[in-house]
Every structure is written in C-alpha cells, then in structure tokens.
C-alpha cells in the first residue's frame, strides 16, 4: 500500500526572517517574549536578541553605583535585563541611597529609598533614634527608634524616575526589636500624594498578621517606662483598634522583613513634580520605641 504520510506542516509565522521576528516581539513585553522563546529554535533565536530587549529595557536608567553591573563579560541585552529584573537583588543607585530594580512583567522601574534618603524627625537625635548596621538589606544601615513621641517619616522621589502610565504603591519596610512598645495605638496615618491627588489612610505598624482565631496579634511588649519629660499614657498599651475600623496592618515578606502599604497612586505621561510619601502620628502623645525601620519601597502595584 502506498504510504499517504506527509512531512509536517512548517509554522507560517516562522518563515519569517529572524530580523523581522524580533522586531515583532519587541512591540510586546518580557512575559511574551520570554513565552515566544518556548515555542520553536527559530523563535527563541528571534526573542533572545539585543534587538528585544534593547526594547524592552528602560531607555533612561539612572546612574548606577560602580560594580553593580558586571562588565567583563559584557551581557547580553537579555541578561541585562535579568540582572536588573531580580528583585532579590536591587541595584544601587550612584548615591548608594537608593536601590532599583525593573518590574519582570512590564519593565517598569522600581525602587527603595533608604532610611538614610527619608527625613525623619529627631533622627540624628541619639536620645530618640540610632543607627544600626544591617546585615540583610542593600544598605549598610538602618534606624532604630529608641523613644519618640512625636513620629514623622517622609520620604519623597521625582515622577520623571518612574515609569509613565504606571500604577505604583509604597510600602514602608521595617522590623520591630523585643522591646517595642506605644505603635499599637493611637493609630499612625500614612499618606501618598502626587500633584493634586492626595490618599492616605490609617494603619498600625504595631500589630503582626492575624492569629489562628482571626484575632489580630500585637507584638510583644515590656513593662518599661522612658526617662524623659513625659511617660506613657496609662492604660494605652496594647489597646486594641476599635471595632469598625479600617485599618492597614503590615505584612511579612519574603526576605524576613515587614512592610506596610501606605497608599498607591499613577504616574501618568508627562507627571511633573514629586510623589510624596509619609507616616506620622504626632497626636497622641504617646511615646514609642521598637521600629526598625529599612527604607521605603516603592513598586508596581500588582
């Protein structure tokens, strides 16, 4: 019997030559052109090129701190990419301040601003705050608050570093030492602003995330009163957030540390200006201690 068997039909799209493959897939994104590089040899010869992902890679990254790219071997535009891409390990900025990385699935920019980029009151006060090295973060140190009462954190970066037509949040990231106290109550208000748009909300930086019984677990307290002016208001520790509240409550991350939301906002095309970013409570008077703080982070919004 005479064989009817056929040779496989070729993939249309793939006769196409190399060059204009590229070109195609560089109108995409890294998540598509990384999926393209599955389906055929001609394919991922086409998604792996400088072509791509010369494209898809930020046309104006700001100045990097020497070393943070390797340059022997030079990489790959791909590698570039991935190298920048890996948020487990930012890349410092020139200042040694900042920290960035690009979002893998759209490529946009983002960043964390150290402890030492914000503006924090009394921070250079060594009776309220201290800096502290830090072994497991892009910067070398962070700051403790010894006893404050009276807490403001800002922070603050140019639209023109983000990417356009992007929806980002802050994030303050930070941990809490055995001894902290007074950041359960009264609540701290963190508020994110760009241009004339204003959000803010209230959150609480003392409290872990919820327990087995769906109860919210503060953290751990110790019977210890400041020496200063003032001492901590009675019956104020551990007060728990009244019912109906809405409340921000921070959560844990991968690499160990906490970090708590504090709003988000967009940075459209041609935004102009500042996003500003803080959390205060100056209220209540109560006194604090126990926040380590690492910075603000500042990412695409998921």
């Not at 992902?53 to 104006?60: A, G, H, I, N, Y």
Request: proline share 7%; net charge negative.
């Amino acid at each position: 019997m005479e064989s009817t068997a056929t040779a496989p039909a070729t993939c249309e799209i793939a006769r196409l030559p190399d060059d204009l493959l590229s070109a195609s897939l560089a109108r995409t994104g890294p998540l598509d052109a990384c999926r393209a590089a599955a389906v055929s040899p001609a394919f991922r010869a086409a998604a792996d090129a400088d072509a791509v992902w010369s494209s898809l890679l930020p046309r104006d990254l700001p100045p990097l701190a020497d070393g943070e790219l390797p340059t022997d071997p030079q990489p790959t535009k791909k590698q570039l990419f991935m190298r920048l891409s890996d948020s487990a390990r930012p890349v410092l900025l020139a200042d040694g301040l900042t920290s960035m990385w690009l979002d893998r699935a759209t490529a946009a920019k983002c960043y964390m601003l150290s402890a030492r980029k914000l503006g924090i009151i009394w921070g250079d006060t060594p009776q309220y705050w201290r800096w502290i090295p830090l072994n497991d973060s892009r910067f070398p140190e962070g700051a403790e608050l010894l006893d404050v009462c009276w807490l403001e954190i800002r922070g603050k970066i140019h639209c023109n570093m983000l990417s356009q037509n992007t929806t980002y949040a802050a994030y303050m990231v930070f941990k809490m030492s055995n001894e902290s106290y007074g950041l359960d109550y009264p609540l701290q208000l963190a508020e994110v602003s760009i241009g004339a748009t204003k959000s803010t909300r209230q959150v609480c930086l003392g409290y872990d995330n919820e327990g087995e019984d769906g109860e919210e677990v503060p953290q751990n307290y110790r019977s210890f009163r400041p020496i200063g002016l003032f001492r901590p208001r009675v019956g104020r520790r551990n007060r728990r957030v009244p019912p109906g509240v809405q409340v921000q409550h921070p959560q844990t991350r991968a690499d160990g540390w906490m970090e708590m939301e504090m709003g988000e906002f967009n940075n459209e095309e041609g935004e102009d200006g500042e996003v500003s970013i803080s959390l205060m409570e100056i209220r209540g008077g109560d006194w604090k201690k126990g926040l380590i703080l690492q910075g603000i982070e500042i990412r695409v919004k998921k």
